[in-house]
């Protein structure tokens, strides 16, 4: 436990010499993690994968197709 304790310490710190520590605001990770589902619902949007219907929906196995579907259309 002392161990990752030190490594926990040492991650936190950043680098010497470094100004910009790893460990961020949990605001600011928010707003890192809505910009990058905001981009990925932007590129399904242009890939014709309507990702908002498929969320509202509740049925999972009723959408295990669409899925497929949508699947093949990312790696076309």
């Known amino acids: 436990m002392r ?3 030190k490594a926990v ?3 936190a710190q950043g680098q010497e010499g ?3 520590v790893p460990v961020r ?3 600011e990770l928010f ?3 809505d910009d990058a589902i905001a981009q990925g619902m932007a590129f399904c949007d242009e890939l014709g994968i309507d ?3 498929l969320l509202k929906s ?3 196995f009723k959408n295990v197709s669409t899925l ?3 699947a093949d259309k990312c790696l076309e």
């Open 68 to 70: 497929d579907e949508y």
């Open 25 to 27: 605001e949990k605001a």
């Open 3 to 5: 161990i990752s304790t």
């Open 31 to 33: 707003k890192l993690l």
């Open 58 to 60: 509740k049925d999972v």
């Open 9 to 11: 310490k040492d991650y």
């Open 18 to 20: 470094n100004q910009d």
């Open 51 to 53: 990702l908002a219907s």
